[in-house]
Every structure is written in structure tokens, then in C-alpha cells.
């Protein structure tokens, strides 16, 4: 089976960083398109940041400049650097694998695009 385990959430104060972490077993995600989604209370899953199976990288406006997303291939594993962290930025933070290649920029932000999902890691930022 696979399975998509996300780690290294916390609560941190304005401008503080965190890397989060999502272990692939089962899959491997240098083969595929790779994405971090979050989601507030009340509001719609969002993505975030995604690579490819070439590691072009796609970011969401709102935290460009600030996440960057990696991925280790020996590991198995992807990760999403975030600095410089915000209150707007608290979420839970999903990882997903999608059955493609390549990330397109007119899918890549779409939760349907992704086949298989982690149970996410919960981000809390405070001012």
C-alpha cells in the first residue's frame, strides 16, 4: 500500500521557520509530480508549493520567496522549507502524490490532480 506521512509541524511565533517532512513507503516521488497543500478551518484546500519528476518547482504567490519545497530521492522523502512564517500560514499541511510526471501550472493547484494523500501536520503561527 501506499502510504504518505507528513512530519514536523509545531507552533511558532511570527517569523519563525519550520521544515516539514513527508516519508513516501510504497511509491516512489522522484518518479511524479509531488505537492504540499493546507487547509484553514472554513476555507478550501489550497496548494502550496509542488515538483516535478525534473524538479521544476511551482510555488502559490502568497508564499513565494518564503517555502521552498525539495526532495531528498535516496529517502523517499519530500520536504517544505518554511520561513519567514506568518499567521495567514496556519494550517494543516497535507502532502500528495499525483499519478503524472509533471506538475502543469494549470493543474498542479488542484486537490484532484493528486492520487494518494498524507493525513497531514498541523502548523499553528502566532503573533
Known amino acids: 500500500q501506499v502510504q504518505l506521512v507528513e512530519s514536523g509541524g509545531g507552533s511558532v511565533q511570527s517569523g519563525g521557520s519550520l521544515r516539514l517532512s513527508c516519508a513516501a513507503s510504497?511509491?516512489?516521488?522522484?518518479?511524479?509530480?509531488m505537492g504540499w497543500f493546507r487547509q484553514a478551518p472554513g476555507k478550501e484546500r489550497e496548494g502550496v508549493a509542488a515538483?516535478?519528476?525534473?524538479?521544476?518547482?511551482m510555488y502559490a504567490d502568497s508564499v513565494k520567496g518564503r517555502f521552498t519545497i525539495s526532495q531528498d530521492n535516496a529517502k523517499n522523502t519530500l520536504y517544505l522549507q518554511m520561513n519567514s512564517l506568518k499567521p495567514e500560514d496556519t494550517a494543516m499541511y497535507y502532502c500528495a502524490a499525483a499519478a503524472y510526471k509533471y506538475c502543469p501550472g494549470s493543474w498542479w493547484t488542484l486537490p484532484s490532480y493528486y492520487r494518494y494523500w498524507g493525513q497531514g501536520t498541523q502548523v499553528t503561527v502566532s503573533s
Open positions: 515538483i516535478d519528476s525534473v524538479r521544476s518547482t
Open positions: 510504497g511509491y516512489r516521488l522522484s518518479s511524479s509530480c
